[in-house]
């Protein structure tokens, strides 16, 4: 075998400008690939971080028709104390359940006693929403303190704060209706400004679930959704199944599931974004594979074509159809091997490099994010076996022409 | 021993709607260890002939046994097999593999066709460069050397499986006259040696004296004019 391929090693040595070529072009499809799968999954990784990290949690639990009236923030549509309970034994019993923290949102007219504008803000328990949102915590650009949000405090979005010219420490006033209609205020002082993200959630203010309670004149703890975090993504499914076998199957008093259970894809639009982004990797691989197919296999012909009275010697010499076959495949098995392995070492330097310098780009209102691209080595190793087996494949249809070629036509081939 | 045996052969090539007759009833038998020429103007079927004895094609009738093999029925893998056991070629244009040394070119099938160890591989190729007196350019390119040290070499390669016999075709035929005789000597001296049956075509009359036996093709048809037919 290895003298097979120190054959082909010649054979393609011997055409070295078109073994360049073709190894250039291979290498440049492998570069192009590999650093649009390190760019775009990194984007895609850092982003659904963001929205899970800070904002939405990985799995989220709501009172059925909650989702669909979001957008009003339903205060009737709230979870009584019961079902929180019902939903509370059911998380204790998945292991793949990280933090869950319950969340009382609402509609509110916030006030800086000189202008008054609509704010949506989430009651939260900071003890709680921290385990569940780790990283709503980076988002404060100024304020902040040891507890995420304390009684009688406010986290303010930086657009509100910005237009309201209001800053920490400054005291303002909540206005809400309750659910019969009545309405309640409340002073509250700035405690910190909040960047503003991507995404449903991503401009909400927040104040404690007490504060938010007390607001709203609730008698008993209701909660509007319960944000869950897991163990990791990969945990969804998992975790969502056994959500739904154990609260998935109560019914309320019409006889209707009594919750709704969703991952994060099916709450914030990014997910469809997540899902273009796949599906533009899945086509630079087929550009790939293509490009690998077509140069490849247009080398293997070239090189049977060239060397028909020569694969005559060898089939006369009663070298087996076999073994000619194995030659030609070594050729482009060797072909796609250097392609893919200066491809990698390319794309790898040149990561190292972009994770270096970090790449500033504006994704919505969000300005200057600092994307540091990464790569996965199943990534790297998936792109390189790729574009061997497809080289190998490239070259059987030339390789099985030569070695049905007939001795004598071939010697006789001028 | 006979070597070679064929009666009645015949082979003729449909081109279209006409059939060419290359070879026409012939009957001839070749013994071990013989050095024979079928001579013959271009175009008479030597070539042919040739093929058909190196199980590279089959005849259109006849008989044709080659060391005691019915050599029509193979079929084109055993035919390979066949080949890479027992027979050796030499071509006109000599056709070294170009990628290839002097050495590896000599190698070559005892790697790709007889699977022979390193070590067993390496004391032949020498035996054979000694024999044709090559050790000197053993690692050089086919493109570095004369046109008959390249004919040396395809002795060498022809030879190195233990090849019992060695078809040339028209093995002198791009080689001036000088270098053409010593390549013949250089044959008859290989089948002293290792007792190997050579058999080449020519056309050239001057190369044809050093045979032994000699086949005369004209029109297909095969005489024995010189030596006797075992």
Not at chain 1, 389 to 410: E, F, G, H, R, T
Request: a positive charge; one cysteine or more; hydrophobic letters at 45%.
């Amino acid at each position: 075998m290895m003298r097979i391929l120190a054959i082909a090693l010649r054979n393609l040595m011997r055409y070295r400008r078109r073994t360049l070529l073709t190894t250039l072009l291979i290498t440049i499809g492998v570069v192009a690939v590999l650093l649009f799968i390190a760019v775009s999954s990194s984007f895609k990784s850092m982003m659904i971080g963001q929205i899970t990290d800070s904002m939405l949690g990985h799995l989220q639990i709501h009172k059925k028709g909650y989702v669909s009236s979001i957008d009003n923030l339903p205060l009737h549509l709230n979870m009584p104390p019961k079902m929180v309970d019902k939903v509370s034994e059911a998380l204790a019993e998945i292991d793949e359940v990280e933090a869950w923290s319950p969340r009382v949102k609402l509609g509110a007219m916030f006030s800086n006693f000189t202008e008054t504008t609509n704010i949506r803000l989430n009651g939260v328990d900071p003890v709680r929403e921290s385990r569940v949102s780790p990283d709503l915590s980076k988002r404060f650009i100024s304020g902040g303190g040891d507890v995420l949000v304390e009684k009688g405090r406010i986290l303010v979005p930086e657009l509100i704060a910005k237009g309201m010219k209001v800053k920490v420490g400054d005291p303002v006033v909540l206005v809400a209706n309750n659910k019969d209609g009545s309405v309640n205020g409340m002073n509250f002082v700035v405690q910190g400004l909040l960047e503003g993200i991507s995404g449903p959630g991503g401009r909400d203010g927040y104040i404690h679930l007490d504060d938010a309670r007390t607001l709203l004149r609730m008698d008993d703890h209701e909660v509007s959704e319960i944000a869950i975090r897991l163990k990791g993504l990969d945990h969804i499914e998992t975790a969502q199944r056994q959500l739904k076998a154990s609260i998935g199957i109560l019914k309320n008093k019409k006889g209707k599931p009594a919750f709704e259970i969703h991952p994060w894809e099916k709450l914030s639009p990014f997910s469809n974004i997540a899902k273009m982004i796949d599906l533009m990797t899945l086509f630079i691989k087929i550009m790939l594979v293509s490009i690998v197919l077509i140069s490849v296999m247009n080398v293997m012909i070239m090189a049977v074509y060239e060397r028909i009275r020569e694969i005559g010697t060898i089939a006369a010499m009663g070298t087996s159809p076999g073994s000619i076959r194995s030659l030609f495949i070594a050729e482009g098995f060797l072909l796609g091997l250097l392609g893919a392995v200066i491809g990698v070492i390319l794309s790898l330097s040149l990561v190292a490099v972009f994770r270096y310098a970090g790449i500033s780009f504006d994704f919505g209102r969000q300005k200057g994010l600092l994307l540091q691209p990464e790569i996965a080595l199943g990534d790297v190793a998936l792109a390189a076996v790729m574009v061997i087996i497809v080289a190998i494949l490239a070259s059987l249809q030339p390789a099985w022409k030569a070695s049905c070629m007939d001795p004598i036509d071939a010697l006789r081939h001028v | 021993m006979k070597l070679i045996f064929a009666k009645n052969l015949e082979k003729t090539y449909s081109t279209g709607e006409i059939d060419v007759t290359a070879i026409t009833s012939a009957d001839f038998s070749i013994d071990s260890s013989s050095f024979v020429s079928f001579v013959g103007p271009s175009g008479s079927g030597k070539s042919t002939l040739l093929n058909m004895i190196g199980c590279l094609d089959r005849p259109s009738g006849g008989k044709l046994r080659v060391l005691d093999t019915d050599v029509t029925t193979l079929d084109r893998k055993r035919g390979a097999a066949f080949r890479a056991k027992h027979i050796g070629f030499i071509f006109q244009d000599f056709n070294l593999i170009p990628v290839l040394t002097v050495f590896e070119n000599i190698e070559y099938p005892l790697i790709m066709v007889q699977k022979w160890s390193a070590e067993k591989r390496r004391k032949r190729v020498n035996e054979m460069l000694e024999a044709v007196d090559m050790t000197d350019q053993a690692y050089k390119l086919p493109s570095e050397l004369s046109g008959g040290q390249k004919q040396r070499v395809a002795i060498a390669r022809a030879l190195a499986t233990h090849a019992k016999l060695i078809l040339a075709d028209e093995p002198t035929a791009n080689l001036d006259h000088a270098t053409a005789y010593r390549i013949i000597n250089l044959m008859k001296q290989m089948r002293d040696e290792f007792g190997s049956t050579f058999i080449f075509s020519t056309h050239d009359p001057k190369i044809m004296e050093a045979a032994e036996i000699i086949y005369t093709l004209e029109d297909g048809v095969v005489n024995l004019t010189k030596g006797e037919n075992p």
